[in-house]
Nanobody, 126 residues
Framework: QLRLVESGGGLVQSGGSLRLSCVASGFTLDHYTIGWFRQAPGKAREGVSCIRTSDASTNYADSVKGRFTISRDIAKNTVYLQMNSLKVEDTATYYC???????????????????WGQGTQVTVSS
């Protein structure tokens, strides 16, 4: 059974850090592009950061550049999102998703298709 499971969310103060993990099971992440997306109540879903496992090329939303870092561990079949200098506006449910054969830029612009995890909540307090 193909599955993605996110973890690592929680409550943190503004300026703090969290590391999200997305573990894949039932398939390997090789030759896929993985993205982190987020959605806050009443707001549109946003592509936060995406990575293509074959060459580790990445894409970031302007709102997180310089603060978030996406990485992958092929051996662990896991993708991470290191989030530093968190802001109140980063509060959202964060989802990971995978699709084959996409550039990170395309992956981050599309909000449907592929496999999705159930999400993990990130809350940043002021």
């Amino acid at each position: 059974q193909l599955r993605l499971v996110e973890s690592g969310g929680g409550l943190v103060q503004s300026g703090g850090s969290l590391r999200l993990s997305c573990v894949a099971s039932g398939f390997t992440l090789d030759h896929y592009t993985i993205g982190w997306f987020r959605q806050a109540p009443g707001k549109a879903r946003e592509g936060v950061s995406c990575i293509r496992t074959s060459d580790a090329s990445t894409n970031y939303a302007d709102s997180v550049k310089g603060r978030f870092t996406i990485s992958r561990d092929i051996a662990k079949n896991t993708v991470y999102l290191q989030m530093n200098s968190l802001k109140v506006e980063d509060t959202a449910t964060y989802y990971c998703a995978v699709r084959p054969l996409q550039t990170p830029e395309t992956m981050c612009r599309q909000f449907r298709g592929g496999y999705w995890g159930q999400g993990t909540q990130v809350t940043v307090s002021s």
